[in-house]
């Protein structure tokens, strides 16, 4: 088997298994979480990401891993009704990806990239939140093949997108 094949199949296994779940594939009675009880817990805390993903998925574990050694305190919990995390940021089908994390009273959408929560920390932006929609392969936790250029949006109250940042472009 070529290396190239290879790596496409690696690539193509790994958006596979983190790809968002649709309502067929998941019960619509699922629990969402357990109701936090500390602003830690909340995503209030400007330092704790909490993070909604399902179990199966490694990419999301490994976003995980790579924003914990970038020096953020984690609580994960594992949803099965993920479609609901993501309607209660009212976050629009094309701008969503495999995790829902909240923090600082704002939603980071998929594999952003540590640095970039850090500056929507620090600089406090009238929005709703960050996302890096899909899964760009080489965007944190989705370092399966050669990286692709891809943009951070941060999306306001309604809706709308303006660049946040950008890498490989």
Excluded at 6 to 27: F, G, I, N, R, Y
Excluded at 73 to 98: G, P
Aim: charged share 15%; with cysteine.
């Amino acid at each position: 088997m070529s290396p190239r094949l290879v790596l496409s199949l690696t690539s193509a296994a790994a958006l596979a298994a983190c790809s968002p779940s649709t309502p067929e594939a998941e019960p619509a009675a699922s629990a969402v979480a357990p109701a936090p009880v500390s602003a830690a817990a909340s995503g209030s805390d400007s330092t704790t990401l909490v993070v909604y993903k399902e179990s199966t998925c490694p990419c999301c574990n490994a976003w995980v891993d790579y924003m914990r050694n970038n020096g953020f305190r984690v609580v994960t919990y594992n949803v099965s009704d993920l479609d609901a995390v993501k309607q209660k940021h009212n976050i629009a089908s094309n701008l969503q990806s495999c995790h829902t994390t909240e923090v600082g009273g704002y939603y980071v959408e998929g594999h952003v990239p540590a640095d970039l929560v850090r500056k929507l920390l620090a600089e406090r932006p009238r929005i709703a939140g960050i996302t890096v929609p899909g899964m760009p392969v080489g965007s944190p936790g989705m370092e399966v093949g050669p990286p692709e250029p891809y943009d951070i949006l941060s999306v306001d109250s309604a809706g709308r997108t303006a660049i946040f940042g950008s890498r490989g472009r």
